[in-house]
């Protein structure tokens, strides 16, 4: 199994300030046609999961372009450029390019 | 607005088999995996398998071949068993849809619609 980790685990922000997660993979997720099949999700508080961005960076319709995710290979990056009260939460990363499809442990985003 | 609902027992025995369906209202069947989660403080989020219309499926191996996926597309529904469950899968268990979508250069699936998740709790 492709093994997800991510740091760090919990991160404290302040609204407007920017954010940035941090996801490794135990293989490299560059598919053979160029794509990495990276995903972000984000769970909020009493929620389902919900995606923010497929194929590393694409975000998924209607997640606001302070979302933005960048990386190749076996490491990749979520970043907040600004951080709204409703961002908290808990986001995971997720390789898709093989099953069993794996996630990371997650990290706890929160306002200080 | 295609939505997911999701039941069964919350409450399950240790070496029974735990029974979870998920039934797709407002959308189509077709063109999707119909997938099951599940998620624990310790374990995070687990992939249980999933399976589409066709009845092509794949599972987790990790759960050693107890988990069986049903999908009854007369109804919208898909379902999932897991048997001889122990304390190690209580968790909450999410039922999801995976899409597809076509990129220039090859293929990408993706979930973008949960259901809002059930607790189960293995317990005597």
């Known amino acids: 199994d492709i093994v997800m980790t991510q740091s760090p685990r919990s991160l404290p922000v302040t609204p407007g300030e920017p954010a940035s997660i941090s996801c490794r993979s135990s293989q490299s997720l560059l598919h053979s046609n160029g794509y990495n099949y990276l995903d972000w999700y984000l769970q909020k508080p009493g929620k389902s999961p919900q995606l923010l961005i497929y194929l590393g960076s694409n975000r998924a319709s209607g997640v606001p372009d302070r979302f933005s995710g960048t990386g190749s290979g076996t490491d990749f990056t979520l970043r907040i450029s600004r951080v709204e009260a409703e961002d908290v939460g808990i986001y995971y990363c997720m390789q898709a390019l093989q099953t069993p499809l794996t996630f990371g442990p997650g990290t706890k985003v929160d306002i200080k | 607005q295609v939505q997911l609902q999701q039941w069964g027992a919350g409450l399950v025995k240790p070496s029974e088999t735990l029974s979870l369906t998920c039934a797709v209202s407002g959308g189509s069947f077709t063109g999707y995996y119909w997938t099951w989660i599940r998620q624990t403080p310790g374990r995070g989020l687990q992939w249980i398998g999933e399976?589409?219309?066709?009845?092509?499926?794949s599972y987790n191996p990790s759960l050693k071949s107890r988990g069986t996926i049903s999908v009854d597309s007369s109804k919208n529904q898909f379902s999932l068993k897991l048997s001889s469950v122990t304390a190690a899968d209580t968790a909450v268990y999410y039922c999801?849809?995976?899409?597809?979508?076509?990129?220039?250069?090859?293929?990408?699936?993706?979930?973008?619609?949960w259901g809002r998740g059930t607790l189960v709790t293995v317990s005597s």
């Open positions: 399976m589409n219309r066709s009845g092509i499926s």
């Open positions: 999801a849809r995976r899409t597809r979508l076509d990129m220039p250069w090859g293929v990408c699936w993706y979930f973008d619609l």
